[in-house]
């Protein structure tokens, strides 16, 4: 589809919606903040808009539907996938500055709230009236609800309590006509018609701008433990995981670290991390002070019989926190191997996880990549993170294909492209490989139906034909 630019006459309209030339921004310094994301490649906008509610978002959609102008909104833009990219050009929504509202109404155990409101906030408003905000992506600190609505993020607590959309009881929403609508409401019951929420939380911006959301809250679990195992064999570790889950215990939290992580994390600061070892578990649960006694002992004895090399349970609020130190530190101390990293969340059947480390493994030794494994091993989401150097072409190209083959082993296994981070334009290569033909088609006609002309972040979840994975910056 041809795209209209944007010209001095559809400035000068924009500027009519929003006349505060501080959130309309043209200048080539402030556009090159909104170029890129957490992901990889640059796309320069046109315009970028910092709106501050729902009528002004509405008047820009409505004249971006008109003039056929391509629209991305965008957060802390925080995303592995390249959601919010504007790979066409066009006019970037700035939705961090839209941060108003944050209610929390106890009584109904709900929270709502505006797009641009840290995911960080709404976990601690909640915390403050003893409820809890499950969805705990690791960019939570940074990253807005709008951007997690829109990826359908996860996290750490994913395993037991689930992703964003399980927390979703309605929303307000500019369609791609600019009409203003709500979907759901403020009840957990809520059968009326289609879930277009449901639709709506996940499908990364491309039928229209989530303007508020109603969330769900859930009382806090009064107690927690946590243990670390070390395993020799890191397909051990996955069929530990697999007994453990199988056991009839639920963790909140199950995190593995390959030994490359290990390596790295010791290298960026020393933890006392076995080296030698080929995997880390991490393994919390929560609930009633007596159950998370009895279940975190009956977790460490699995480990045990299965062949962990050491098992140590923290018995205090400090001790935990030292134990999931390693983990948070993962992420950076990996990008100092190399100073560009490929995060990938292929997810597996749990069943399948000892199967997904030996395909990691093959696939690391035959491209000779630096593929590190880590991530929410409980729920299958693992991260497979590839480290290299986009300067050098022919290790990108051995890193595309080892993308391309992590991706296929997913799928073959019963898994999925996407876990948590969503699909992008990194992945849109490969929608077909995991939906068919028909199956994708049916979502290109949803797609349509929304959005006519095609305006709501153009280049995302949906390939153009012939599309390839590139990972090669000219």
């Known amino acids: 589809m041809a795209?209209?630019?944007?010209?001095q006459g559809i400035l000068a309209s924009l500027r009519q919606i929003i006349p505060d030339p501080k959130r309309l921004l043209t200048d080539k310094q402030d556009l090159a903040g909104?170029?890129?994301?957490?992901?990889?490649?640059?796309?320069?906008?046109?315009?970028?808009?910092?709106?501050?509610?729902?009528?002004?978002?509405?008047?820009?959609?409505k004249l971006a539907n008109a003039q056929k102008i391509p629209v991305y909104p965008r957060g802390q833009s925080t995303s592995l996938s390249g959601g919010p990219l504007p790979v066409e050009g066009g006019i970037v929504l700035d939705l961090s500055k839209m941060n108003h509202k944050l209610e929390v109404h106890a009584d109904d155990l709900i929270a709502i709230v505006s797009p641009g409101v840290l995911t960080a906030a709404i976990h601690e408003a909640a915390e403050k009236v003893g409820l809890m905000y499950p969805p705990d992506p690791s960019s939570s600190a940074v990253s807005t609800i709008g951007g997690n609505l829109a990826e359908n993020s996860g996290g750490p607590l994913g395993l037991k309590y689930g992703v964003t959309k399980d927390y979703v009881l309605g929303l307000e929403v500019v369609t791609p006509e600019g009409e203003v609508i709500r979907t759901g409401g403020r009840t957990v019951k809520n059968v009326t018609g289609y879930d277009l929420t449901k639709l709506l939380v996940g499908s990364e911006g491309t039928l229209g701008v989530i303007t508020e959301a109603t969330l769900q809250l859930i009382p806090k679990p009064p107690a927690a433990a946590t243990l670390l195992a070390i395993f020799d064999?890191?397909?051990?570790?996955?069929?530990?995981?697999?007994?453990?889950?199988?056991?009839?215990?639920?963790?909140?939290?199950?995190?593995?670290?390959?030994?490359a992580c290990i390596i790295a994390v010791e290298s960026y600061e020393p933890l006392g991390l076995p080296v030698d070892a080929e995997a880390i578990i991490l393994i919390e649960v929560d609930g009633h002070p007596r159950a998370v006694e009895e279940e975190i002992r009956e977790a460490a004895e699995i480990c045990e019989?299965?062949?962990?090399?050491?098992?140590?349970?923290?018995?205090?609020?400090?001790?935990?926190?030292?134990?999931?130190?390693?983990?948070?530190?993962?992420?950076?101390?990996?990008?100092?191997?190399?100073?560009?990293?490929?995060?990938?969340?292929?997810?597996?059947?749990?069943?399948?996880?000892?199967?997904?480390?030996?395909?990691?493994?093959?696939?690391?030794?035959?491209?000779?990549?630096?593929?590190?494994?880590?991530?929410?091993?409980?729920?299958?989401?693992?991260?497979?993170?590839?480290?290299?150097?986009?300067?050098?072409?022919?290790?990108?190209?051995?890193?595309?294909?080892?993308?391309?083959?992590?991706?296929?082993?997913?799928?073959e296994l019963g898994g999925t492209l996407s876990g948590e981070h969503g699909i992008g334009n990194m992945k849109a290569p490969f929608m077909e490989m995991e939906l068919g033909t028909a199956g994708l088609d049916m979502m290109k006609r949803i797609k349509d139906s929304w959005d006519p002309n095609n305006i709501m972040n153009p280049g995302k979840i949906f390939p153009k034909p012939g599309q390839k994975l590139n990972l090669t910056e000219e």
């Open 3 to 7: 795209y209209s630019k944007v010209d």
């Open 34 to 61: 909104y170029s890129y994301d957490a992901s990889f490649g640059t796309y320069w906008p046109e315009v970028v808009i910092q709106p501050k509610n729902t009528e002004e978002v509405a008047a820009v959609i």
């Open 233 to 259: 064999d890191i397909v051990k570790s996955g069929e530990a995981i697999s007994k453990v889950l199988t056991s009839g215990i639920l963790p909140a939290k199950m995190e593995i670290m390959d030994q």
């Open 305 to 411: 019989r299965i062949g962990a090399r050491q098992v140590q349970i923290a018995s205090t609020a400090a001790e935990r926190a030292n134990l999931w130190k390693a983990r948070k530190m993962v992420s950076p101390a990996i990008t100092r191997v190399k100073p560009t990293k490929i995060s990938e969340d292929a997810t597996v059947p749990r069943s399948q996880i000892p199967a997904m480390f030996s395909r990691l493994k093959q696939i690391r030794e035959k491209y000779q990549v630096n593929l590190v494994v880590f991530g929410h091993a409980g729920d299958g989401n693992l991260h497979p993170n590839i480290v290299a150097d986009k300067r050098d072409k022919e290790e990108m190209q051995r890193v595309e294909k080892a993308v391309e083959e992590i991706f296929q082993a997913a799928i």
